[in-house]
Protein backbone atom coordinates (compact mmCIF):
# COMPACT_ATOMS: atom_id res chain seq x y z
CA UNK A 1 0.00 0.00 0.00
CA UNK A 2 1.39 3.59 -1.20
CA UNK A 3 2.59 5.90 1.60
CA UNK A 4 -0.44 7.89 2.78
CA UNK A 5 -1.45 10.27 6.05
CA UNK A 6 -2.86 8.95 9.13
CA UNK A 7 -3.34 10.00 12.79
CA UNK A 8 0.79 11.04 13.00
CA UNK A 9 0.98 12.18 9.63
CA UNK A 10 2.87 10.53 6.24
CA UNK A 11 3.74 6.94 7.04
CA UNK A 12 4.66 3.88 4.78
CA UNK A 13 7.46 0.97 4.35
CA UNK A 14 11.04 2.62 3.97
CA UNK A 15 11.25 0.88 0.09
CA UNK A 16 8.00 2.87 -0.73
CA UNK A 17 9.80 5.94 0.46
CA UNK A 18 11.81 6.74 -2.15
CA UNK A 19 13.52 9.85 -2.63
CA UNK A 20 11.28 10.58 -5.19
CA UNK A 21 8.49 10.42 -3.55
CA UNK A 22 9.83 12.26 -0.65
CA UNK A 23 11.15 14.71 -2.67
CA UNK A 24 7.49 15.11 -4.50
CA UNK A 25 5.49 15.44 -1.19
CA UNK A 26 8.24 18.18 0.86
CA UNK A 27 7.86 20.19 -2.19
CA UNK A 28 4.21 20.02 -2.41
CA UNK A 29 3.83 21.16 1.22
CA UNK A 30 6.01 23.68 0.93
CA UNK A 31 3.70 24.83 -2.27
CA UNK A 32 0.71 25.11 -0.46
CA UNK A 33 1.46 25.74 3.24
CA UNK A 34 2.92 28.36 5.22
CA UNK A 35 6.82 28.09 5.86
CA UNK A 36 8.09 31.46 6.95
CA UNK A 37 11.49 30.94 3.89
CA UNK A 38 13.11 27.99 6.18
CA UNK A 39 12.27 24.33 6.69
CA UNK A 40 13.88 22.51 10.12
CA UNK A 41 14.53 19.26 9.71
CA UNK A 42 14.76 16.47 12.37
CA UNK A 43 14.88 12.71 12.74
CA UNK A 44 14.72 9.82 14.72
CA UNK A 45 17.34 7.04 15.51
CA UNK A 46 15.09 4.45 12.78
CA UNK A 47 18.35 3.30 10.11
CA UNK A 48 16.53 4.67 7.40
CA UNK A 49 16.07 8.27 8.67
CA UNK A 50 19.31 9.90 8.04
CA UNK A 51 18.84 9.09 4.44
CA UNK A 52 15.59 10.34 4.40
CA UNK A 53 16.11 13.40 6.12
CA UNK A 54 19.29 14.16 3.91
CA UNK A 55 16.27 14.15 0.54
CA UNK A 56 13.73 16.51 2.85
CA UNK A 57 16.39 18.83 3.13
CA UNK A 58 17.30 18.63 -0.31
CA UNK A 59 14.10 18.73 -1.64
CA UNK A 60 13.92 22.32 0.13
CA UNK A 61 16.98 23.33 -0.68
CA UNK A 62 16.39 23.04 -4.46
CA UNK A 63 13.24 25.17 -4.43
CA UNK A 64 14.98 28.06 -2.77
CA UNK A 65 13.95 27.62 0.99
CA UNK A 66 16.83 27.52 3.71
CA UNK A 67 16.94 24.28 4.94
CA UNK A 68 18.13 23.90 9.00
CA UNK A 69 18.88 20.63 10.23
CA UNK A 70 18.09 19.36 13.64
CA UNK A 71 19.99 16.46 13.89
CA UNK A 72 18.22 13.71 15.49
CA UNK A 73 15.93 15.43 17.53
CA UNK A 74 12.58 14.97 19.49
CA UNK A 75 9.71 15.48 17.84
CA UNK A 76 8.35 18.40 19.90
CA UNK A 77 12.19 19.93 20.72
CA UNK A 78 12.31 20.54 16.89
CA UNK A 79 8.55 21.75 16.65
CA UNK A 80 9.72 23.94 19.53
CA UNK A 81 13.04 25.19 17.55
CA UNK A 82 10.46 25.59 14.31
CA UNK A 83 8.16 27.05 15.85
CA UNK A 84 9.53 29.99 18.26
CA UNK A 85 11.42 30.24 14.73
CA UNK A 86 8.48 31.13 12.50
CA UNK A 87 9.41 28.43 10.27
CA UNK A 88 8.04 25.16 9.17
CA UNK A 89 9.23 21.61 9.95
CA UNK A 90 9.21 17.91 9.08
CA UNK A 91 9.88 15.27 11.46
CA UNK A 92 11.49 11.57 10.00
CA UNK A 93 10.12 9.58 12.04
CA UNK A 94 8.16 6.52 12.22
CA UNK A 95 7.04 6.74 15.97
CA UNK A 96 6.80 3.28 17.36
CA UNK A 97 6.28 1.47 14.48
CA UNK A 98 8.57 -1.14 13.58
CA UNK A 99 12.04 -0.28 11.58
CA UNK A 100 11.38 -1.58 7.94
CA UNK A 101 8.75 1.52 7.88
CA UNK A 102 8.94 5.57 8.32
CA UNK A 103 7.71 9.04 7.66
CA UNK A 104 7.20 12.43 7.63
CA UNK A 105 5.63 14.69 10.03
CA UNK A 106 4.61 18.29 8.63
CA UNK A 107 4.79 21.22 10.73
CA UNK A 108 3.41 24.75 9.66
CA UNK A 109 5.18 28.18 11.77
CA UNK A 110 2.00 27.60 14.33
CA UNK A 111 2.41 24.03 14.86
CA UNK A 112 0.70 20.51 13.67
CA UNK A 113 -0.27 20.76 10.08
CA UNK A 114 -4.52 20.30 9.79
CA UNK A 115 -6.34 17.70 8.43
CA UNK A 116 -7.40 20.57 5.57
CA UNK A 117 -3.80 20.60 5.04
CA UNK A 118 -2.75 17.39 4.40
CA UNK A 119 -5.75 17.38 1.71
CA UNK A 120 -3.98 20.34 0.47
CA UNK A 121 -0.65 18.83 0.14
CA UNK A 122 -2.16 15.64 -1.07
CA UNK A 123 -3.70 17.58 -4.27
CA UNK A 124 -0.64 19.31 -4.74
CA UNK A 125 1.23 15.91 -4.27
CA UNK A 126 -0.86 14.19 -7.25
CA UNK A 127 -0.50 17.33 -9.03
CA UNK A 128 2.65 17.47 -9.19
CA UNK A 129 2.99 20.95 -7.81
CA UNK A 130 6.10 22.49 -6.59
CA UNK A 131 7.64 26.00 -6.08
CA UNK A 132 9.85 27.64 -7.94
CA UNK A 133 13.85 26.26 -8.54
CA UNK A 134 16.24 27.79 -6.67
CA UNK A 135 19.49 27.43 -4.27
CA UNK A 136 18.64 27.57 -0.41
CA UNK A 137 21.38 27.72 2.12
CA UNK A 138 21.99 25.26 4.49
CA UNK A 139 22.34 26.06 8.95
CA UNK A 140 22.93 23.46 11.36
CA UNK A 141 20.95 24.65 14.84
CA UNK A 142 21.08 22.81 18.63
CA UNK A 143 17.56 22.29 18.95
CA UNK A 144 18.00 20.16 22.06
CA UNK A 145 18.63 23.11 24.63
CA UNK A 146 16.14 25.59 24.80
CA UNK A 147 13.92 22.50 25.07
CA UNK A 148 15.59 21.08 28.57
CA UNK A 149 15.65 24.64 29.50
CA UNK A 150 12.03 24.66 28.70
CA UNK A 151 11.13 22.27 31.67
CA UNK A 152 13.57 23.10 33.73
CA UNK A 153 12.81 27.10 33.99
CA UNK A 154 9.15 26.38 34.63
CA UNK A 155 9.63 22.99 37.14
CA UNK A 156 12.75 24.46 39.05
CA UNK A 157 16.04 22.38 39.85
CA UNK A 158 14.37 21.23 43.20
CA UNK A 159 11.18 19.50 41.67
CA UNK A 160 12.51 16.03 41.34
CA UNK A 161 14.92 15.96 44.54
CA UNK A 162 15.24 12.57 46.36
CA UNK A 163 13.52 10.35 43.68
CA UNK A 164 15.57 7.51 42.67
CA UNK A 165 14.27 7.35 38.95
CA UNK A 166 14.96 5.04 36.09
CA UNK A 167 15.24 5.79 32.15
CA UNK A 168 14.44 3.00 29.45
CA UNK A 169 17.02 4.43 27.00
CA UNK A 170 16.06 1.79 24.36
CA UNK A 171 16.09 3.41 20.91
CA UNK A 172 14.23 6.51 21.85
CA UNK A 173 15.65 9.77 20.34
CA UNK A 174 15.08 11.40 23.67
CA UNK A 175 17.07 8.96 25.88
CA UNK A 176 19.91 11.81 26.89
CA UNK A 177 17.69 14.51 27.13
CA UNK A 178 15.73 12.46 29.46
CA UNK A 179 18.61 11.99 31.53
CA UNK A 180 19.71 15.43 31.60
CA UNK A 181 16.38 16.75 32.38
CA UNK A 182 15.59 14.43 35.18
CA UNK A 183 19.10 15.14 36.70
CA UNK A 184 18.56 19.14 36.43
CA UNK A 185 15.25 19.04 38.23
CA UNK A 186 17.25 17.04 41.21
CA UNK A 187 16.21 13.26 40.56
CA UNK A 188 19.13 10.53 40.46
CA UNK A 189 18.73 8.69 37.76
CA UNK A 190 19.73 5.27 36.55
CA UNK A 191 19.77 4.53 33.10
CA UNK A 192 19.28 0.91 31.19
CA UNK A 193 18.31 -0.58 27.87
CA UNK A 194 20.32 1.11 25.53
CA UNK A 195 20.41 -0.22 22.09
CA UNK A 196 21.61 0.65 18.90
CA UNK A 197 19.38 -1.15 17.22
CA UNK A 198 15.73 0.38 16.53
CA UNK A 199 12.95 -0.64 19.17
CA UNK A 200 9.45 0.33 18.27
CA UNK A 201 8.12 0.63 21.48
CA UNK A 202 4.58 1.41 21.82
CA UNK A 203 3.47 3.20 24.66
CA UNK A 204 -0.11 2.57 24.51
CA UNK A 205 0.08 -1.33 24.06
CA UNK A 206 3.35 -2.33 26.15
CA UNK A 207 4.06 -6.01 25.52
CA UNK A 208 4.29 -8.11 28.63
CA UNK A 209 7.74 -8.95 28.82
CA UNK A 210 8.70 -4.82 28.80
CA UNK A 211 6.17 -4.67 31.47
CA UNK A 212 8.12 -7.75 33.42
CA UNK A 213 11.28 -6.11 32.76
CA UNK A 214 10.40 -3.01 34.41
CA UNK A 215 8.85 -4.44 37.46
CA UNK A 216 12.01 -6.24 37.97
CA UNK A 217 14.61 -2.96 37.52
CA UNK A 218 11.77 -0.86 39.78
CA UNK A 219 12.45 -3.56 42.82
CA UNK A 220 16.15 -4.46 42.07
CA UNK A 221 17.55 -0.86 42.54
CA UNK A 222 14.79 0.46 44.52
CA UNK A 223 13.26 2.98 41.93
CA UNK A 224 10.36 5.09 42.46
CA UNK A 225 9.91 5.58 38.67
CA UNK A 226 10.80 4.40 35.15
CA UNK A 227 9.98 6.76 32.76
CA UNK A 228 10.76 6.35 28.51
CA UNK A 229 9.14 7.58 25.10
CA UNK A 230 8.32 6.12 21.65
CA UNK A 231 11.01 6.61 19.21
CA UNK A 232 10.33 10.16 18.33
CA UNK A 233 9.54 11.27 22.29
CA UNK A 234 6.31 12.60 21.26
CA UNK A 235 4.58 9.91 23.63
CA UNK A 236 5.69 8.69 27.34
CA UNK A 237 5.89 6.06 29.61
CA UNK A 238 6.08 6.32 33.14
CA UNK A 239 5.72 3.50 35.97
CA UNK A 240 5.12 3.96 39.45
CA UNK A 241 7.52 2.22 42.23
CA UNK A 242 6.48 -1.08 41.59
CA UNK A 243 6.93 -1.05 38.05
CA UNK A 244 3.12 -0.79 37.03
CA UNK A 245 3.05 1.48 33.53
CA UNK A 246 0.55 4.50 34.46
CA UNK A 247 -1.54 4.91 31.22
CA UNK A 248 -0.95 7.36 28.91
CA UNK A 249 -4.49 9.56 29.59
CA UNK A 250 -4.14 8.93 33.34
CA UNK A 251 -0.86 10.85 33.07
CA UNK A 252 -2.84 13.53 31.05
CA UNK A 253 -5.19 13.55 34.35
CA UNK A 254 -2.62 14.15 36.28
CA UNK A 255 -0.90 16.65 34.50
CA UNK A 256 -3.41 18.86 33.81
CA UNK A 257 -4.42 18.83 37.41
CA UNK A 258 -1.22 20.40 38.27
CA UNK A 259 -0.93 22.51 35.19
CA UNK A 260 -4.86 24.08 36.66
CA UNK A 261 -6.34 23.52 33.68
CA UNK A 262 -10.14 23.86 33.66
CA UNK A 263 -10.85 23.38 29.67
CA UNK A 264 -9.67 19.47 28.65
CA UNK A 265 -9.59 18.35 24.46
CA UNK A 266 -9.38 14.72 24.24
CA UNK A 267 -9.90 11.60 21.66
CA UNK A 268 -13.12 9.73 22.66
CA UNK A 269 -11.01 6.60 23.62
CA UNK A 270 -9.49 8.42 26.61
CA UNK A 271 -10.26 7.08 30.67
CA UNK A 272 -13.67 8.08 31.39
CA UNK A 273 -12.01 10.26 34.69
CA UNK A 274 -11.08 12.79 32.65
CA UNK A 275 -14.85 13.57 32.89
CA UNK A 276 -15.71 12.83 36.27
CA UNK A 277 -13.39 15.15 38.09
CA UNK A 278 -14.87 18.68 39.07
CA UNK A 279 -12.06 20.48 38.51
CA UNK A 280 -12.14 20.39 34.72
CA UNK A 281 -14.92 22.58 33.34
CA UNK A 282 -15.27 21.93 30.00
CA UNK A 283 -14.22 18.35 28.45
CA UNK A 284 -14.64 18.04 24.31
CA UNK A 285 -13.85 14.41 22.96
CA UNK A 286 -12.78 14.29 19.40
CA UNK A 287 -11.70 11.76 17.12
CA UNK A 288 -8.00 10.08 17.62
CA UNK A 289 -4.78 12.04 16.30
CA UNK A 290 -3.50 15.27 17.50
CA UNK A 291 -4.51 17.16 14.40
CA UNK A 292 -8.33 16.27 15.68
CA UNK A 293 -7.60 17.50 19.70
CA UNK A 294 -5.71 20.18 17.86
CA UNK A 295 -8.37 21.67 16.44
CA UNK A 296 -10.90 21.88 19.20
CA UNK A 297 -7.96 23.13 21.64
CA UNK A 298 -8.13 26.08 18.54
CA UNK A 299 -12.25 26.58 18.93
CA UNK A 300 -11.54 26.36 22.57
CA UNK A 301 -9.43 29.04 23.06
CA UNK A 302 -11.96 31.14 21.16
CA UNK A 303 -12.74 32.22 24.92
CA UNK A 304 -9.05 33.83 26.04
CA UNK A 305 -10.54 32.58 29.63
CA UNK A 306 -10.26 29.15 29.45
CA UNK A 307 -6.77 27.60 30.27
CA UNK A 308 -6.45 24.56 27.77
CA UNK A 309 -4.99 21.50 27.50
CA UNK A 310 -4.59 18.37 25.33
CA UNK A 311 -4.24 15.10 25.76
CA UNK A 312 -4.22 11.69 23.92
CA UNK A 313 -4.63 7.79 25.34
CA UNK A 314 -0.90 7.91 24.39
CA UNK A 315 0.00 9.96 26.76
CA UNK A 316 0.89 13.00 24.01
CA UNK A 317 0.39 16.26 25.68
CA UNK A 318 -0.62 19.71 24.21
CA UNK A 319 -0.25 22.72 26.08
CA UNK A 320 -2.57 25.66 24.90
CA UNK A 321 -1.89 28.54 27.79
CA UNK A 322 1.15 29.84 29.65
CA UNK A 323 0.84 27.76 32.82
CA UNK A 324 2.94 29.30 36.12
CA UNK A 325 4.57 26.96 37.97
CA UNK A 326 8.33 27.68 39.28
CA UNK A 327 8.50 29.76 36.14
CA UNK A 328 6.73 30.29 33.13
CA UNK A 329 5.70 27.10 30.75
CA UNK A 330 4.48 28.63 27.82
CA UNK A 331 2.38 26.82 25.18
CA UNK A 332 3.41 24.26 23.07
CA UNK A 333 0.70 22.91 20.46
CA UNK A 334 1.89 19.66 19.29
CA UNK A 335 2.46 16.11 21.52
CA UNK A 336 5.20 16.23 24.11
CA UNK A 337 6.20 13.19 26.22
CA UNK A 338 8.54 15.40 28.91
CA UNK A 339 5.82 17.61 30.50
CA UNK A 340 3.68 14.15 31.11
CA UNK A 341 6.97 12.67 32.43
CA UNK A 342 8.01 15.88 34.73
CA UNK A 343 4.56 17.02 35.78
CA UNK A 344 2.92 13.81 37.51
CA UNK A 345 6.93 13.21 39.56
CA UNK A 346 6.66 16.55 40.48
CA UNK A 347 2.78 16.86 41.69
CA UNK A 348 3.88 13.63 43.68
CA UNK A 349 7.25 14.19 44.39
CA UNK A 350 5.46 18.22 46.40
CA UNK A 351 2.93 16.33 48.12
CA UNK A 352 5.13 13.82 49.50
CA UNK A 353 3.03 10.59 47.87
CA UNK A 354 3.93 8.40 45.50
CA UNK A 355 3.02 7.78 41.95
CA UNK A 356 0.67 4.89 43.05
CA UNK A 357 -0.91 6.86 45.56
CA UNK A 358 -1.85 9.31 43.54
CA UNK A 359 -3.13 7.48 40.67
CA UNK A 360 -5.21 5.42 43.89
CA UNK A 361 -6.79 9.03 44.62
CA UNK A 362 -8.05 9.62 41.12
CA UNK A 363 -11.97 8.25 40.15
CA UNK A 364 -11.32 4.59 39.84
CA UNK A 365 -11.85 3.77 35.69
CA UNK A 366 -9.37 1.56 34.47
CA UNK A 367 -8.41 1.23 30.67
CA UNK A 368 -6.15 -0.88 28.61
CA UNK A 369 -4.74 -1.31 24.59
CA UNK A 370 -3.70 -3.52 22.94
CA UNK A 371 -3.12 -3.73 18.92
CA UNK A 372 -3.67 -6.35 16.06
CA UNK A 373 -0.88 -6.21 14.04
CA UNK A 374 0.08 -7.25 10.20
CA UNK A 375 -3.97 -7.26 9.52
CA UNK A 376 -5.56 -7.72 6.04
CA UNK A 377 -6.96 -4.27 6.13
CA UNK A 378 -9.83 -5.19 3.40
CA UNK A 379 -11.18 -8.24 5.53
CA UNK A 380 -9.99 -5.31 8.32
CA UNK A 381 -12.74 -2.41 6.74
CA UNK A 382 -15.72 -5.43 5.71
CA UNK A 383 -15.29 -6.63 9.36
CA UNK A 384 -16.07 -2.70 10.80
CA UNK A 385 -18.33 -1.92 8.94
CA UNK A 386 -20.61 -5.16 9.55
CA UNK A 387 -20.38 -4.61 13.38
CA UNK A 388 -21.67 -0.98 12.80
CA UNK A 389 -24.09 -1.74 10.34
CA UNK A 390 -25.78 -5.12 11.36
CA UNK A 391 -26.94 -5.02 15.40
CA UNK A 392 -27.60 -8.53 15.11
CA UNK A 393 -23.93 -9.13 14.06
CA UNK A 394 -22.90 -6.44 17.10
CA UNK A 395 -24.69 -8.29 19.57
CA UNK A 396 -23.47 -11.69 18.43
CA UNK A 397 -19.69 -10.51 18.27
CA UNK A 398 -19.66 -8.66 21.70
CA UNK A 399 -22.25 -11.42 23.67
CA UNK A 400 -19.44 -12.13 26.09
CA UNK A 401 -19.88 -8.81 27.35
CA UNK A 402 -23.45 -9.03 27.32
CA UNK A 403 -25.98 -6.40 26.54
CA UNK A 404 -24.95 -3.28 24.80
CA UNK A 405 -26.36 -0.47 26.21
CA UNK A 406 -24.97 2.26 23.19
CA UNK A 407 -22.70 2.85 20.30
CA UNK A 408 -19.98 5.99 19.93
CA UNK A 409 -19.08 6.35 16.07
CA UNK A 410 -17.14 9.37 16.62
CA UNK A 411 -13.97 7.22 15.71
CA UNK A 412 -14.19 3.64 14.66
CA UNK A 413 -17.18 1.89 17.04
CA UNK A 414 -17.30 2.23 20.78
CA UNK A 415 -19.48 0.00 22.42
CA UNK A 416 -20.93 0.63 25.85
CA UNK A 417 -22.55 -2.13 27.64
CA UNK A 418 -25.02 -2.19 30.41
CA UNK A 419 -22.50 -3.80 33.13
CA UNK A 420 -20.64 -0.16 32.84
CA UNK A 421 -18.02 -1.58 30.67
CA UNK A 422 -16.53 -0.44 27.47
CA UNK A 423 -14.82 -1.63 24.21
CA UNK A 424 -13.39 0.21 21.01
CA UNK A 425 -12.40 -0.81 17.88
CA UNK A 426 -10.24 1.09 15.42
CA UNK A 427 -8.11 0.07 12.47
CA UNK A 428 -5.17 2.16 12.10
CA UNK A 429 -4.78 5.38 9.28
CA UNK A 430 -1.94 4.11 8.25
CA UNK A 431 -0.32 1.30 9.46
CA UNK A 432 -1.62 -2.85 9.20
CA UNK A 433 -2.99 -2.58 12.72
CA UNK A 434 -5.89 -2.92 14.58
CA UNK A 435 -6.50 -1.30 17.62
CA UNK A 436 -8.75 -2.63 21.02
CA UNK A 437 -9.55 -0.49 23.88
CA UNK A 438 -11.34 -1.69 26.80
CA UNK A 439 -12.32 0.04 29.80
CA UNK A 440 -13.66 -1.41 33.05
CA UNK A 441 -14.30 -1.08 37.15
CA UNK A 442 -10.72 -2.73 38.01
CA UNK A 443 -6.91 -2.94 35.71
CA UNK A 444 -7.61 -6.37 35.50
CA UNK A 445 -10.89 -6.79 34.17
CA UNK A 446 -10.14 -4.13 31.53
CA UNK A 447 -6.87 -6.47 30.69
CA UNK A 448 -9.22 -9.57 30.50
CA UNK A 449 -11.35 -7.46 27.76
CA UNK A 450 -8.70 -6.32 25.70
CA UNK A 451 -7.36 -10.16 25.46
CA UNK A 452 -10.97 -11.19 25.01
CA UNK A 453 -11.08 -8.73 21.95
CA UNK A 454 -7.58 -9.14 20.70
CA UNK A 455 -8.56 -13.14 20.07
CA UNK A 456 -12.19 -12.26 18.37
CA UNK A 457 -10.61 -9.39 16.14
CA UNK A 458 -7.75 -11.35 15.21
CA UNK A 459 -10.20 -13.95 14.04
CA UNK A 460 -11.66 -11.73 11.65
CA UNK A 461 -8.59 -9.33 9.99
CA UNK A 462 -5.70 -11.57 9.86
Known amino acids: MAPSFGTSGLRGLVTELTPELVTAYVQAFLSVCPHGGALFVGRD??????????????AARAVGIRAVDCGAVPTPALALAAMSAGAAAVMVTGSHIPADRNGLKFYVPSGEISKEDEAAISAAYAAKQAPAAGNGALDQIDATTPYIARYVTAFGAESLAGLTIGVYEHSSVARDIMADVLTALGATVVRFGRSE?????????????????????????????????????????????????????????????????????TPVSSNDMVRRLPEFGSVHLTRIGSPYVIAAMEEAQKNPANHVV????????????????????????????????????????????????????????????????????????????????????????????????????????????DNGQVVHLRPSGNAPEFRVYAQSQSAADAVELVETYMARVAAEVL
Do not use: W, Y
Open 197 to 265: VFIPVDTEAVDPETRTMLETLCREHGLDAIVSTDGDADRPMVTDANGQVIVGDVLGVMTALMLAADTIC
Open 45 to 58: LRPSSPDIAGQVIA
Open 310 to 417: GFEANGGFLIGFEAILKGPLPPLMTRDSLLPIIAPLASANLAGKSLADCVAELPPCFTAADRVQEINRDKAAVFLSSLIEDATVRATFFAPSGSINSVDLTDGLRVNF
